[in-house]
């Protein structure tokens, strides 16, 4: 049940309380409550039919009046929102409001809009703009929720939640920044916005890398190994990059930072998959120490791995091994933004030898099969 559905009218006779629906016809109530009184029943009947007859000039009057209430104190809830439907719901329900009672209906809305936007949920906005029989433009809709996630970003920058950033990615495919520029004033207005968020992001970028800086009496520098980032991490961040920048070059000074990384976990993964000869001697148990230990390198795998029995974690390897391509193709889309709105699957890397990563793909997953067979017979 919502905010302005009918219910149950009780009706009070000779100490006993009737629940009656309001649409019952007066036989019906006789019947469903045989104990109220013909005169209980007849009282109720009249009511409802001088309700009926009321004028919709004074219905509206009073819906009028009830928006005006609401204003007075918007608040940033489900329950407010769901009261001006249901006025909305009762005005239409009365016949066509007039122009007066319409605009107040979109002024409270607006209102509640500008006030609470970049402080609600996205599913409290769109209740907002999805209220019945209230006319949203869709680009008006557009700008607000532009201004709505440019208030988030300004605010968090990189570190902008995930559902936020879907949405963003969903709703403007060119980017946030490209709609800001659809809606500034002028060209000051959309520079000054535009390196508000290109500011926060390099700031942001640096201070992740900051992480990894070290000092001491011979060297000092930056180490920008890959096996210090996870998948998980770069995939957020060029999240990120799409939803604010999407293929365009804004954010340039933010993902070059990204470059040296990607440079050396191109070179690793091509180095570890140029050793065809290799690959094939480990896959029958003959692998070489020197090649052992550079494979376990790569994956970081050595703790978990012993040479010998490299082929007991044969599938494990391999899945590892696909995982830092993976990290490599999700480096490639934030380093460049030609690709960076493609899917993994449609990157294809100068130097990768596909032919010898497949190949390893499917001997992993026979191994996988091999072992399934032989644990059913045990």
Not at 197 to 214: A, D, G, P, Y
């Amino acid at each position: 049940m919502s905010l302005g559905d009918k219910v149950p009218v009780p009706i009070l006779d000779h100490d006993s309380v009737y629940l009656v629906d309001p649409d019952w016809s007066d036989a019906e109530i006789a019947t469903q409550h045989p104990g109220l009184s013909t005169a209980a029943r007849k009282a109720f009947t009249s009511l409802r039919s001088r309700l009926a007859l009321r004028p919709v000039d004074t219905l509206h009057d009073e819906i009028g009046y009830n928006v005006a209430d609401l204003l007075k104190q918007p608040v940033r809830s489900h329950y407010w929102l769901s009261r001006l439907s249901a006025l909305v719901r009762s005005a239409f329900d009365g016949g066509s409001p007039p122009a007066e009672l319409l605009e107040a209906f979109e002024s409270a809305r607006l209102l509640w809009i500008e006030r609470f936007a970049s402080k609600s949920s996205l599913k409290m906005i769109l209740s907002a703009f999805q209220i019945p029989n209230l006319h949203m433009d869709e680009r008006v809709a557009a700008d607000i929720l532009a201004r709505r996630f440019e208030d988030i970003v300004v605010s968090k920058g990189i570190h902008t939640p995930q559902n936020e950033i879907i949405h963003i990615i969903s709703m403007f495919k060119e980017g946030l920044i490209a709609q800001i520029e659809e809606i500034s004033i002028d060209q000051f207005d959309y520079w000054k916005r535009k390196e508000a968020i290109v500011s926060l992001t390099e700031l942001q970028v640096e201070n992740l890398f900051r992480r990894f800086k070290f000092f001491d009496a011979d060297m000092r520098g930056m180490d920008s190994s890959p096996g210090k980032w996870s998948s998980a991490e770069l995939r957020k961040y060029l999240a990120y990059f799409r939803a604010i920048d999407a293929d365009n070059y804004n954010l340039n000074s933010s993902t070059s930072q990204f470059i040296s990384l990607y440079e050396a976990q191109k070179l690793a993964t091509i180095d570890i998959l140029s050793y065809s000869n290799d690959w094939y001697s480990a896959m029958i148990g003959d692998g070489s120490i020197e090649f052992i230990d550079k494979l376990l390198h790569f994956i970081d795998g050595k703790d978990e791995v012993e040479h010998g029995k490299i082929l007991i974690h044969w599938p494990n390897v391999i899945s590892s091994v696909k995982k830092e391509y993976e990290k490599l193709t999700i480096l490639a889309r934030i380093v460049n933004p030609a690709i960076r709105n493609h899917d993994d699957d449609e990157v294809a890397i100068n130097g990768i030898n596909y032919s010898l990563l497949e190949e390893l793909l499917r001997s992993a997953h026979n191994v996988e099969k091999q072992y399934l067979r032989l644990s059913r017979r045990s």
